[in-house]
């Protein structure tokens, strides 16, 4: 069923990927999400439901050349599918996620997320998505206030070496309850803040047109696909059973 699965994807993406376009895409006067793009998110989820979708980011890798529309489009859709699929998975097992993840891991994984969340608003600015949807980037730009405290707090427990505000605060919980007990707490809390202010992307980028890049965006979506590429360890490492 995965072969066949793969196979399908693999025939759909590249007719895709040929000069039909026009035929998938919605008008352009609209900011609705596109055709293809609701198509490439809904492929990553039948293939992430089927257990499978590790083989599909390899097929994927290899159709990369085939089209900058078709690459690009699947960088935005693996954006939508890391924040609406992906991070709500994550956050519902933070419990268990923060026993997984070094505090390292954490320091990393906010950056990456953070990396993409930024470029992400600076090609929904360049493309004028506050005239079509305000409130929407607004709620994402806001969203900087709980990936900041996350950063913040973050570099307080990787920094051992210096004794941060945040963890002097806990000392004396940590003497009641243990201080891995309150590790773990602190870990726990960083990664769900971190991932619910991540969630709120996806909904902006699902906007955005890949017609409409400016030469700047192209540097900012090869940013995003490094990004992307950095996070599949971590996730990796999340999801171990």
Avoid at 94 to 112: F, M, P
């Amino acid at each position: 069923m995965k072969k066949i699965f793969l196979s399908l994807f693999l025939l759909t993406s590249t007719i895709y990927s040929m000069e039909v376009r026009g035929l998938l895409e919605e008008p352009e006067l609209s900011r609705k999400v596109s055709t293809s793009h609701r198509f490439l998110v809904g492929i990553k989820e039948v293939a992430h439901s089927m257990g499978c979708y590790r083989p599909l980011q390899a097929i994927e890798s290899s159709l990369s050349n085939l089209s900058e529309s078709y690459r690009y489009n699947n960088m935005l859709a693996r954006v939508t599918f890391t924040a609406c699929v992906i991070a709500p998975e994550l956050r519902e097992k933070s419990n268990v996620i923060a026993v997984r993840l070094s505090r390292k891991d954490l320091n990393e994984l906010h950056y990456e997320l953070f990396h993409i969340r930024n470029h992400v608003i600076e090609i929904a600015e360049n493309q004028h998505l506050e005239a079509f949807a305000p409130l929407l980037l607004r709620v994402t730009n806001q969203s900087d206030g709980a990936m900041l405290v996350a950063a913040q707090t973050i570099d307080a427990i990787v920094e051992t070496g210096k004794a941060g505000i945040l963890l002097k605060t806990f000392t004396a919980v940590a003497d009641v309850c243990g201080a891995g007990e309150i590790a773990h707490y602190l870990k726990e809390e960083i990664l769900s803040d971190m991932l619910r202010s991540f969630e709120r992307l996806g909904d902006l980028v699902s906007l955005i047109k890949v017609d409409k890049f400016k030469k700047e965006d192209i540097y900012r979506m090869e940013e995003i696909s490094a990004s992307l590429n950095a996070l599949k360890p971590l996730f990796k490492k999340a999801n171990e059973l």
